[in-house]
């Protein structure tokens, strides 16, 4: 069945198609959108349908086949179509927000409506009915890049972290991003030394995997002995935590370490559950002990 194309209307509109029940229509008596003969027979309803003579009014009878928003209710999607398992390198930001424990809409609703978040590259095929809406589809090492120029996205607590516009894949020698973290050699030779520091390859690390360790780097004790007993309060000064956050982790979770002698706390029982406790976010993960 032919469609007459109307250009210049709402991103490329067409006319809905004719039905005739299979039989020919009377002459002169070509349908306009509304249904009612066309007054002035064949030639006024050609004249009608003509993308000069088509009205704004006339245009909402038109069916739209523009690239709609992703679960609008289009037909036609936005993006290219992957299907799943997606080609290596790229993720949905469910996906992702597994990679680095974070939820899908925190994502989606922290960091998207930031200023040089990536573009999608694809979208998964909507499944089913109800409005189940097609998942966009990124490339894992933009959105890692993305990451990398916030210095708020990797987790609650406060340190120094770097941001960087450089590429990611660039190698870096130890006393090279010691100098881009802007610490002396020696601090961070405190945390090569533990489990969980990315593995170095001919002396030279991988750029985003020191960034990434880095901003959610394990708190390490540079001045204090960890067999040192102090109260909570004193250790929340100490690692340059919140009170209240440590005092909260003590009430709520029943894994929190004892206190050796009254309310004495052994500093490196607590920095290691600081450091593992659930949902600790991150690569980064060290034992104080």
């Known amino acids: 069945m032919s469609r007459d194309t109307i250009s210049g209307l709402r991103g490329g509109a067409t006319v809905l198609p004719e039905r005739t029940g299979g039989q020919p229509r009377p002459q002169g ?10 007054p002035g027979g064949a030639a006024q309803a050609d004249r009608d349908t003509s993308p000069q003579s088509i009205s704004h009014e006339g245009a909402l009878l038109l069916c739209d086949t523009s690239c ?4 609008s209710g289009g037909q036609v999607p936005r993006y290219p179509v992957l299907e799943r398992p997606l080609p290596p390198g790229l993720a949905t930001l469910d996906d992702y927000g597994e990679r680095i424990g974070y939820q899908e809409t925190y994502i989606h609703w922290r960091w998207h409506p930031r200023p040089g978040f990536p573009e999608p590259v694809g979208e998964t095929p909507a499944r089913g009915g109800h409005g189940r809406r097609p998942k966009l589809v990124y490339e894992i090492k933009s959105l890692d890049a993305f990451r990398a120029t916030q210095d708020d996205l990797w987790g609650r607590r406060k340190m120094t972290r770097v941001t960087t516009t450089l590429d990611l894949d660039l190698r870096f020698t130890a006393d090279q991003f010691a100098g881009l973290a802007e610490v002396e050699p020696a601090v961070l030779a405190l945390y090569q030394a533990l489990d969980g520091f990315p593995a170095a390859e001919d002396g030279t690390y991988r750029l985003g995997d020191l960034v990434a360790y880095w901003n959610t780097r394990p708190i390490v004790l540079e001045e204090h002995d960890p067999d040192e007993k102090m109260t909570l309060g004193k250790i929340a000064t100490v690692l340059g935590v919140a009170r209240k956050t440590v005092t909260q982790y003590k009430d709520d979770d029943p894994e929190f ?3 050796t002698a009254g309310s004495q706390y052994r500093i490196g029982d607590v920095v290691d559950y600081l450091n593992n406790r659930p949902g600790k976010r991150g690569p980064a993960a060290g034992d104080a002990s």
């Open 29 to 38: 008596q070509r349908r306009r959108g509304c249904g009612r003969p066309a």
């Open 68 to 71: 709609s928003p992703s679960g």
């Open 257 to 259: 370490p004892s206190p």
